[in-house]
Nanobody
Framework: QVLLVESGGGLVQAGASLTLSCAAS????????RGWFRQAPGKEREFVAS???????AYADSVRGRFTISRDNAKTTVYLQMNTLKAEDTAVYYC?????????????????WGQGTQVTVSS
């Protein structure tokens, strides 16, 4: 089992930056892909970014160039640095972990999910 806990959400103005953290505990050696997803009110959960065990990253087109996913050396905490935030980035952000390789954008790939952290960007 893997437990994921997000932190770092909040209310910011458009153009500001925010960094989310996702700390993992438990069988962290079983995680092959770590991902960030978000869900805005009335919308489906969507892929934001991911990082594999080997360090390969992927981003949604809507955040590429503004968001950066990274991790600590122990590979237990994953970060999402969000710059130049826009009102449309407002959502609950979830981190996730997958115990197998696959398409990182696919929600069904992930085995574990955090509880989510709210990010609100005011325009």
């Amino acid at each position: 089992q893997v437990l994921l806990v997000e932190s770092g959400g909040g209310l910011v103005q458009a153009g500001a930056s925010l960094t989310l953290s996702c700390a993992a505990s438990g069988r962290t050696d079983s995680m092959y892909i770590r991902g960030w997803f978000r869900q805005a009110p009335g919308k489906e959960r969507e892929f934001v970014a991911s990082i594999t065990r080997n360090g390969a990253t992927a981003y949604a087109d809507s955040v590429r160039g503004r968001f950066t996913i990274s991790r600590d050396n122990a590979k237990t905490t994953v970060y999402l640095q969000m710059n130049t935030l826009k009102a449309e980035d407002t959502a609950v952000y979830y981190c996730a972990a997958a115990e197998q390789y696959g398409l990182p954008r696919r929600i069904s790939l992930y085995d574990y999910w955090g509880q989510g952290t709210q990010v609100t960007v005011s325009s």
